[in-house]
């Protein structure tokens, strides 16, 4: 069955220090992947995509994601947090020619000042 | 250019009573997922609708859940005779076409959190 992993259930940062959230995926053959950010009381947003191309993606308020399709990874990144970045954090897989996304447990971070 | 809009965000009911969420897509959008999210999890599927058709109903529970997406106005999730488990937040998701390119990426809205009493 296909299935997105999230390792990493409750992060806590200081503000500036580097971010790293781990997906992994259990897909075969074609796959998108996407990354949503929630914050606290809000809905979904997308932070960014990767459906084809070059496997370094840059999404919205400076992160980035790799596509690893060796590693089955599409990890989350950004090079230094900030207060504001507090929020749950969803990684969401789709196989090619599906519209359903599965989704991961989610990330739970928590930036402090 | 207005996101998706659903409403309430917020309801409270008793066990027994009804609940009806709504849900309005993007503007040019024309399917609408229904996604429901337990505490300390992810969304989980549930329905998948264009106007008038039920395309996907396999996440939905078989009891006391329907949904419908009528030609006029908003998409509706409805909820028979609502149980404690019920309480979660609701969100419903909107894409211009369907399928796993570029064009059917889904777009969420701000949910409508159920609380049963």
């Known amino acids: 069955a296909q299935s997105v992993s999230q390792h990493n259930h409750h992060v806590i940062l200081s503000e500036a220090a580097s971010l790293e959230l781990g997906c992994n995926y259990s897909y075969g053959g074609t796959v998108n992947l996407f990354w949503y950010v929630q914050y606290p009381g809000q809905h979904l947003q997308l932070l960014l995509k990767y459906f084809s191309g070059d496997p370094l993606v840059k999404g919205i308020k400076g992160f980035e994601a790799e596509f690893i399709k060796s590693k089955f990874s599409f990890n989350l990144r950004k090079p230094s947090v900030q207060w504001s970045d507090t929020a749950e954090y969803f990684c969401a897989g789709q196989s090619g020619g599906s519209y359903i996304p599965t989704f991961g447990r989610g990330t739970s971070l928590i930036v402090h000042p | 250019n207005a996101g998706v809009m659903q409403n309430p965000r917020h309801l409270v009911r008793r066990r027994g009573q009804e609940a009806r969420l709504r849900c309005s897509p993007m503007k040019g959008h024309s399917h609408v997922y229904w996604y429901r999210q337990l505490p300390e999890e992810g969304l989980k599927f549930m329905v998948y609708?264009?106007?008038?058709?039920?395309?996907?109903e396999s996440g939905m529970p078989k009891e006391r859940f329907s949904a419908e997406f009528p030609k006029e106005g908003p998409s509706i999730l409805r909820i028979q005779q609502v149980v404690r488990g019920d309480s979660a937040a609701y969100f419903c998701?909107?894409?211009?076409?369907?399928?796993?390119?570029?064009?059917?990426?889904?777009?969420f809205g701000p949910g409508t959190r159920l609380l049963v009493l």
């Open positions: 998701a909107s894409s211009r076409t369907s399928g796993s390119g570029l064009e059917e990426t889904q777009y």
């Open positions: 609708l264009q106007k008038e058709n039920i395309i996907d």
